[in-house]
């Protein structure tokens, strides 16, 4: 069911034969730069400690965004330099306090989930959109949910972002339509995925054949197929696979990454082109002093986001963005 809110928004299965394999150290992290290119990155962070979540990818360009939770800053960097910068303010900047998901369509906006940016703050946006020069597109609040907690994004194959929603089983759908920004509520999937405690649908990434989306829930270790065409959500069998913490979610072809950070395990395996279908799922240690929470690939190489969400009270840096970080 489709319907419009807010202001400015089959291909072959694989077939099972799955093999798991038990869980083994992480490698270490590259300790040379990779093809002229740091191993790792510096995000500036506060004076009173900073956790980070999203990265977004501009291929074109060679360049990664990524977002601060702790208010809402979003930073830039390239990926010939180690040090990335602040590239748009947070605590309060176009109503933002605090920023989720990233990503990076071909014409090189970003866009920027809010995770609970508006929640009892009716002020306040759900996500924004702004041009590869920072300026901003729009500042989007969506309806439909009394809580929406926007936590990753990605874009479909018609150009549109899609934004998952951690605390119902719920996508939206952001585009420039008729010279105006809009959000609606593409896909609600309350009769088919139950809403648990914790942080429902999460990490989104489109299928090999362009058909569906595929939707972590890591409250549940669930995955899910969502149809491109339909909105219908459908769960993938992912074959008794421990995917509980699954968070931040990459495709390379026909493997996919599941990020399960607080797990602090790598799950990857092979997934059909429709995304239907899952098999030779396999399991490692990420490294144990890192939560990454989600990755992005950038010219041929995986970063990943050390979220810094494990240090209580404050995170203390160096704050990391990392490259390759297992293999």
Do not use: C
Not at 184 to 189: F, G, K, M, T, V
Not at 193 to 206: Q, S, T, Y
Not at 278 to 296: F, G, L
């Amino acid at each position: 069911m489709k319907r419009t809110i807010a202001i400015a928004l089959a291909a072959a299965g694989l077939t099972a034969g799955i093999t798991t394999a038990g869980l083994s150290a992480a490698p270490e992290e590259a300790s040379a730069a990779d093809n002229g290119r740091p191993d790792r990155y510096t995000v500036p962070g506060d004076a009173a400690g900073s956790r980070f979540e999203g990265i977004g990818a501009d291929e074109r360009r060679g360049l990664f965004y990524v977002s601060e939770v702790t208010g809402g800053e979003i930073h830039r960097g390239d990926v010939r330099n180690p040090q990335a910068e602040e590239w748009l303010a947070g605590d309060g900047t176009d109503g933002r306090y605090t920023a989720r998901g990233v990503t990076v369509d071909r014409a090189g906006n970003v866009y920027v989930a809010g995770g609970p940016n508006g929640i009892g703050n009716p002020d306040r946006p759900d996500l924004w959109v702004y041009d590869e020069d920072g300026e901003l597109l729009a500042a989007l609040r969506v309806t439909g949910t009394p809580d929406a907690f926007l936590n990753d994004v990605a874009i479909g194959a018609d150009g549109a972002a899609y934004f998952t929603n951690s605390n119902d089983p719920q996508i939206f759908r952001v585009a420039q339509e008729g010279g105006e920004w809009r959000a609606e509520l593409w896909a609600d999937a309350s009769d088919t995925v139950e809403r648990a405690a914790g942080f429902n649908l999460g990490g989104i990434v489109l299928s090999t054949d362009r058909s569906a989306f595929v939707v972590a829930q890591g409250n549940t270790g669930q995955l899910w197929r969502f149809d491109a065409t339909t909105a219908a959500a459908t769960e993938i069998d992912t074959h008794g696979a421990d995917l509980v913490n699954a968070d931040g979610l990459v495709r390379q072809g026909n493997q996919l990454t599941v990020i399960r950070n607080f797990s602090k395990t790598v799950a990857t395996m092979r997934i059909s082109a429709d995304g239907g279908a899952v098999h030779r799922i396999e399991q490692r240690a990420s490294d144990p002093d890192r939560v990454y929470t989600t990755a992005k690939m950038l010219n041929g190489r995986l970063l990943a986001v050390d979220s810094k969400f494990d240090e209580q009270p404050a995170a203390s840096g160096p704050y990391d963005i990392v490259g390759s970080p297992w293999g």
